[in-house]
């Protein structure tokens, strides 16, 4: 457990600090938020061909309406607490690349949603946008890591009978250094 919290706040940190390091954040953060701005755009343009999206703004072309996806709302967190989570873990390495294949897939997938209907919401009462976006979307997205990485454990392969043996002959060897 105490490895696991090491490494966890070791990595996390790492990464919120890679992401805001200015760098990074141009030719990375920025041009991924973008990439999101134009896939929710093409996705409600299929049911509301009035949306236009530019860099990272999505604008209704009737009501002049538009919303801005920052850094921030780009699932990005989400995703460095869950790459953090499943790297601290100890596990397979093939495992833990589609545990982050699969989150990074679920995390988006609620990000498109969250974006489509923080639109809308925008469209249809301001106060209501205000309180999805800073209250409810904000905590749904960080549980989606939370869940994926929790299902992630759930399926997690078992380890063998020799990985076992070694785990517990290093706990006798370190309770015998313990009590000496």
Request: hydrophobic share 55%; net charge negative; proline share 3%.
């Amino acid at each position: 457990m105490l490895r696991f919290s090491v490494l966890f706040l070791t990595i996390i940190v790492g990464l919120f600090l890679l992401e805001i390091y200015e760098p990074v954040r141009q030719a990375i953060v920025l041009p991924f938020t973008g990439l999101i701005a134009s896939i929710s755009s093409w996705l409600i343009q299929v049911f509301d061909t009035g949306v236009i999206a530019s860099g990272d703004v999505i604008r209704d072309s009737v009501s002049g309406y538009a919303i801005q996806i920052a850094p921030g709302c780009n699932g990005v967190e989400a995703m460095i607490i869950l790459l953090a989570a499943i790297l601290a873990f100890p596990a397979p390495w093939l495992y833990r690349l589609k545990g982050l294949f699969w989150g990074f897939l679920a995390i988006q997938s609620l990000n498109m949603v969250r974006i489509i209907s923080l639109f809308y919401l925008l469209q249809w009462d301001r106060n209501w946008f205000e309180f999805f976006h800073l209250y409810l979307w904000q905590a749904l997205i960080i549980l989606d890591a939370l869940v994926v990485w929790l299902i992630w454990l759930r399926y997690l392969p078992k380890r063998s009978g020799s990985e076992k043996a070694n785990d517990k002959s290093a706990e006798a060897d370190f309770e015998d250094v313990a009590t000496t």
